[in-house]
């Protein structure tokens, strides 16, 4: 039998957390709701800044204050824009959701709690690097390294549109 990304995820945050429930109820977070309470989000005005001389831009990520849990396995909606990692054909099938353009790629990556590995089954045809959507799907913690930097987070996306539709 095969389970769809979806189904894995939400087994997997239920099995994370006793008594998590599958919810049909849409949460809307935002990237300040990632960090953890009393924590720091990067400020805007570093955002942007890039050491063109030094090391790699992962090795210029900064620590991760941890994640939040409280959402595992629930149905969340976040803004972001797109870093695509696979496609299948024209569509993009995984990606990285960062809260700024640039993120990963042009500067450094945020801390791994402003990171967010989607997934979907159904490839989402993006206008280009770094196009804001929305993504709406299973959310969970997820310890995730890849070739761009550390990710704290995965959504299983069920549904991806422009941002602002």
């Not at 006793?18 to 960090?35: K, Q, Y």
């Not at 990692?85 to 801390?111: K, Q, R, S």
């Not at 913690?141 to 996306?157: K, R, V």
């Amino acid at each position: 039998m095969i389970l769809s990304r979806r189904a894995l995820l939400a087994s997997a945050c239920a099995l994370a957390l006793p008594g998590a429930a599958w919810s049909e109820t849409v949460v809307d977070l935002d990237w300040n709701d990632l960090v953890p309470e009393g924590q720091v989000v990067l400020p805007p005005q570093l955002q942007g800044l890039v050491d063109h001389d030094g090391a790699g831009l992962m090795s210029q990520q900064p620590e991760s204050t941890g994640v939040r849990t409280e959402w595992n396995g629930q149905t969340v909606r976040l803004p972001g824009y797109i870093v695509p990692l696979e496609y299948d054909g024209d569509g993009v099938t995984t990606f990285l959701l960062v809260p700024f353009v640039g993120a990963c790629v042009h500067v450094p990556p945020p801390p791994a709690n402003q990171l967010v590995l989607v997934t979907t089954e159904e490839p989402y045809l993006t206008e280009g690097l770094f196009e804001a959507v929305n993504v709406t799907g299973v959310f969970g913690t997820a310890s995730t390294t890849t070739q761009l930097a550390e990710i704290g987070y995965a959504l299983s996306a069920d549904r991806i549109t422009p941002f602002g539709r």
